[in-house]
């Protein structure tokens, strides 16, 4: 697949020497959904935002289908559809209407017919005579990105599109994003739900502390973060895991009192009901089972870490 | 050029104006009138002739400017300074448009409304007093230069603005003062010396004062002089815009 946005070594530093981005360098391939998992202040927003022309880049470059962002800038953001993360929306103006202008910005001729198809797309075009302030908070959301489809773009960037949206829409809002794709839309989204890329991102990357830590098939990615951990707490002290039990993943607690099992969640077994038939049959009395799943954030920070140790890498100041 | 884009925003920006049509044009039509009634009849009729012309026909070019003046500024600084506030900016920022097409858009709607408004005042008046205007082209350029060139310095203003305080202050504290102490509502020849020289360095004065002789062929300062002025505050606009323009500022971060 050809790449339809090419990032090189972008960096980002706001007034009073904030690096909001310390030198990203990506690669979307066109139709793929590519999920930017990191916490809040990780650099998702600014990323976004520059390449789609909202701030300016301090240093590197970025091309959108080929034409660069800066010196080519028409044509690089017609391509391009933003969804914001604030809903951003004059609450007196009708769906329609505010759809109409979106698409008139971008220098599109007026077209009823497409915006009739995005909205029904949308499951909007009942309500397209609305005012955005009768709308609900997920409705408006559709209403945006309406917006950003108005001008047909190949890429759209939804930053944070289910941040603070129930359970429901949130799904609602997955099936729109499978819908986009199989039309042949590029999508970028961005998110710190890790579900949420589970479910709908053929590829994942890792954005923490301004800096890209990983770009992973989902696959790959869901395997490493898909490890759990058993812990088996035992009524009396081991010396060494029982022979018996012996396997590599499973291994003796600092404290001697518990025995550490790791699995993978999603493997066709875990291993766990033989594991707890082992230790009966070694005769241990179980004290209690604790299980453990490293969440994002601790993972973010692991892979920060090692980021900082990586050898001949420049400071972070 | 993205025609299509400036279109866009000029009739968007316009729509708000009609869906508020009561406010936009109610307001200034009912307190024109007020004036009228107060300075033109109920005080106007005490007062001799100025120049040669009654009192109430004398303020009229002065109320017109005072409205288009106030109006341009408000209307465009609004419209530019709403899109920061409520977020909407950012859609500006991405779409494939030039500064120079956001600025013809929204200053062209804002000086447009100003217009219209001017346009609907001077209708108004011809109901309360007599009067003729001798040179209607000129009028008609005074009144469309003013119109463009404050709605310029209300785009700056929008801009520049960071809370609804930022955008009410320098109209409320620098141009209303201006605008009265211009030569609004008596000639300038009617004040002391020193204050006839002070006012010179009212810009205003030479608005207020071309638009008049427009109107009645008579006035405080050279025609030329007017233009001048005018021309001058339409060339600062123009390069504080462009100033924006390269450096993004308080726009583009």
Redesign the interface.
Known sequence: MPNIVEIEDLKKS?KGGFEALKGVSLDIREGEILALLGPNGAGKTTLI?TV?????ATSGSVKVGGYDILSD??????M?G?V?Q?I?????ERVI?TV??????????RDDAALEQVLRQLSLWDKKDNQIRELSGGMKRRVLIA?ALSHDPRVLFLDEPTAGVDVELRKDMWEIVAGLKASGVTIILTTHYIEEAEAIADRVGVIAKGELMLVEDKDKLMARMGQKELEVQLDESLVEVPAALQSDALRLCDSKRALIYTYDTRAERTGITSLLAGVAKEGLTLRDLVTRQSSLEEIFVNLVHDGDNKPGKEDAA | MNWTAIRSIFFFEMARFFRTIAQSFLAPVISTSLYFVVFGAAIGSRIQEVEGISYGAFIVPGLIMLTVITQSISNASFGIYFPKFIGTFSELLAAPISFLEIVIGYVGAAATKALIIGAIILFTAFFFVDFSIEHPLAMLAFLVLTSISFSLFGFILGIWAGNFEQLQIVPLLIVTPLVFLGGSFYSISMLPPVWQTISMFNPVVYLISGFRWAFFDTADVPIITSLLAIGLFTGICLLVIGWIFRTGWRIRQ
């Open positions: 706001y935002s789609c022309g909202i701030t300016t800038y028409r044509a690089a953001r017609a391009i933003l914001p604030e951003n929306l004059e609450p007196f209407n109409r202008f979106s698409r008139g910005l971008f220098g599109k001729p917006k």
